[in-house]
């Protein structure tokens, strides 16, 4: 089975990662691949914007493939370099998409799940999410495009986050801008195929926004 499906639903086009076993933990293969699809997608008016999700209730995606980061290293530590050039390639794509992104960040997300949620418009968060970049723990400095939105976030939060790889729950999350909204799990299924259906056509920002204002609503603090 593929570790990430793509499909055309309504005027979306929709990535599911399916590693939920791993906690849709990035593999190399599913960079390139979630980069090539992202191109055609650019380019075809049929798809006016995307949405990212992660199977499971577990996570959105906890990050790269480590376990995989670490046997490759051990043998050669320059094999690993190709991956991250990839991943930071599809950061930085996802960052200057040219149309309308949304990420389901219900559940784990971190390292590179952030890279692959933060950067686009909407970052739809729940009961279950948990964001951290904990790469400092491994002797690494926040990836993925830390640097660039950590230091935008409010009240030296992004240092906080950076330095001591701390996690937080959807409330710190919307009240960071980590996340865009929040909605509960519960609501969650039914705020997808609302933003399925809509008929997105020349105004998808609107449309989608108008979806979201619906749904949105303000997390507990716990």
Not at 151 to 156: C, D, K, V, Y
Not at 158 to 177: F, H, I, P, W
Request: aromatic share 10%; glycine share 12%; with cysteine.
């Amino acid at each position: 089975m593929s570790d990430i499906e793509f499909d055309q639903q309504g005027d979306w086009g929709v990535i599911t990662l399916t590693r939920e076993k791993a906690l849709n933990a990035l593999t190399w293969d599913m960079v390139k691949d979630m980069y090539a699809q992202f191109i055609i997608w650019a380019r075809d008016d049929a798809i006016k914007a995307v949405m990212v999700c992660g199977a499971g209730e577990k996570a959105f995606c906890a990050g790269g493939d480590v376990v995989w980061m670490h046997g490759v290293a051990r043998e050669n530590p320059a094999d690993v370099i190709p991956f991250f050039r990839d991943e930071y390639r599809l950061n930085t794509l996802i960052k200057e998409y040219p149309k309308p992104y949304v990420a389901m960040i219900d559940g784990i997300f971190m390292g590179g799940g952030v890279g692959i949620s933060v950067h686009g418009g909407y970052r739809i968060a729940g009961d279950r999410t948990m964001f951290a970049m904990p790469e400092t723990g491994i002797g690494m400095l926040p990836d993925v495009g830390g640097g660039h939105f950590l230091a935008r976030l409010p009240g030296g939060l992004g240092l906080y986050y950076g330095l001591t790889g701390a996690r937080a729950k959807a409330a710190d999350c919307v009240a960071s801008g980590v996340a865009t909204h929040y909605v509960p799990s519960m609501m969650q299924e039914s705020m997808i195929a609302s933003l399925i259906s809509a008929n997105l056509g020349e105004a998808a920002e609107t449309a989608i926004q108008s979806v979201l204002f619906d749904f949105d609503t303000s997390p507990s603090e716990v």
